[in-house]
């Protein structure tokens, strides 16, 4: 197709309410549309690099193994009761009535639809292991929609279930999961991180993150390059710092610091640089290993240590 047949706009402005840059070249560059605040259209240029992610997604997982099938994305009520989510989700989650009254919703995960199909297809124990995925539209009423796609009201995910007999099983079929999702990142050129996370409302014995760090992160991690252990400050422990053996720690002092604007021009005069310690990381969540999806504001952590 010729480019003067194409059906897209570009914009010469920035968008006042674009914050970081991917957001704005993708409204300038007219991949998206805004519909409302959360919601946005992908345009033919916009879907087509869509498309070709998805296509990234859909061969890695069917390379391992998983089967591919599509679930409704408006739910019954009961689904989510019978689990004791109907409540725990709270203001996240898009409900609506029919017009005789029935309670529904827009599905923000899907967890409790594959069980019930699982539950109703299989028979027996041989016929497990099964992974079934789906690349289906989710929907969580995010209390300030930012950042583009990143942070948004309606969006994509690719979520896997696996369904095994026993936990030698389970264990399997997570590495096998966590081996794909690697490949899928590898073949995106993603510069990312797996931490360990907390499960939080999806439930579930463990979780793990895929993050990738960014200036604009809203998850903080903890991480530690010589031992490679890497956590998000919901699962990150905090041990009780003993006081060593042999050393007097110092009284605490109040310091004038009158024009003092930066930590560095406040720690200068008074202390060595080696004395103050990173411990924090920005970062974005990019997919999850079982369950698991935390956005928390970020934070970058100052540990002092004593003399």
């Known amino acids: 197709m010729r480019v003067s047949k194409l059906f897209m706009s570009t914009q010469r402005e920035v968008p006042s309410d674009a914050e970081i840059v991917s957001h704005q070249l993708m409204l300038r560059a007219g991949l998206m549309r805004k519909a409302a605040a959360g919601i946005y259209s992908y345009m033919p240029m916009g879907y087509r690099a869509y498309r070709k992610v998805e296509a990234i997604v859909r ?116 590495l096998n999961m966590k081996e794909a999702y690697c490949k899928i990142f590898d073949r995106c050129n993603l510069d990312y991180i797996l931490v360990d996370a907390d499960s939080g409302a999806m439930g579930g014995s463990g979780s793990q993150e895929f993050m990738v760090k960014s200036a604009v992160g809203e998850d903080a991690i903890a991480y530690c390059p010589a031992c490679d252990y890497a956590a998000n400050e919901e699962k990150a422990p905090c041990p009780e710092v003993k006081k060593p053996e042999g050393v007097e720690m110092l009284p605490i002092e109040k310091i004038e610091t009158p024009h003092v604007k930066t930590i560095e021009e406040l720690m200068r005069p008074h202390l060595p640089r080696r004395s103050f310690i990173t411990s924090m990381a920005r970062s974005w969540p990019l997919w999850s290993v079982a369950t698991g999806r935390s956005m928390r504001p970020s934070s970058v952590t100052s540990l002092m240590l004593p003399k």
């Open 59 to 174: 061969e890695e997982m069917d390379r391992a193994g998983a089967q591919e099938l599509i679930m409704p994305a408006v739910l019954p009520a009961e689904t989510y009761m019978a689990s004791g989510r109907w409540e725990k989700f709270g203001p996240e989650m898009f409900r609506l009535k029919d017009r005789s009254g029935r309670q529904f919703c827009l599905g923000p995960t899907h967890e409790e639809p594959f069980t019930e199909a699982v539950r109703d297809t299989i028979r027996s124990y041989r016929n497990l292991p099964v992974t079934l995925y789906q690349i289906q539209h989710k929907y969580r009423d995010e209390k300030r929609p930012r950042f583009g796609v990143v942070r948004s009201r309606e969006f994509v995910m690719k979520d896997a279930y696996s369904f095994d007999v026993d936990e030698a099983g389970l264990d399997k079929s997570y």
